[in-house]
């Protein structure tokens, strides 16, 4: 059975960092290519970032380039969002994501992904 789990979502002041995890289990992440999400209130879903299957290139929304890094950790089967320099406007719940290898270096359209997780809450504000 496939499943992703986030953790590391907190309550935090503008300019701190969080790492987000998402642990995968029922498949191993190494050929697969995820994606972070985040949703705030009365807002749509959001892509961010994503690492794509073949050769873990990474991709990243406007809004946090330069603060946000996706990594993976095949060992480990886990996924990271290391988030830097968080904003107010950061606020949401973040879900990771999973798609089976499609794309070598690109990344799913976000209507691709097969896998979601709970997601986790993360919050800045002073």
């Known amino acids: 059975q496939v499943q992703l789990v986030e953790s590391g979502g907190d309550l935090v002041q503008p300019g701190d960092s969080l790492r987000l995890s998402c642990a995968a289990s029922?498949?191993?992440?190494?050929?697969?290519?995820f994606g972070w999400f985040r949703q705030a209130p009365g807002k749509e879903r959001e892509g961010v970032a994503c690492?794509?299957?073949?050769?873990?290139?990474?991709y990243y929304s406007d809004s946090v380039k330069g603060r946000f890094t996706i990594s993976k950790d095949n060992a480990k089967n886990t996924v990271f969002l290391q988030m830097d320099s968080l904003k107010p406007e950061d606020t949401g719940v973040y879900y990771c994501?999973?798609?089976?290898?499609?794309?070598?270096?690109?990344?799913?359209?976000?209507?691709?992904?097969?896998?979601w997780g709970q997601g986790t809450q993360v919050t800045v504000s002073s």
């Open positions: 994501a999973a798609d089976p290898p499609q794309y070598y270096s690109s990344c799913p359209r976000d209507t691709e992904y097969d896998y």
């Open positions: 029922g498949f191993t992440s190494v050929s697969y290519a």
């Open positions: 690492i794509s299957a073949g050769d873990e290139s990474t």
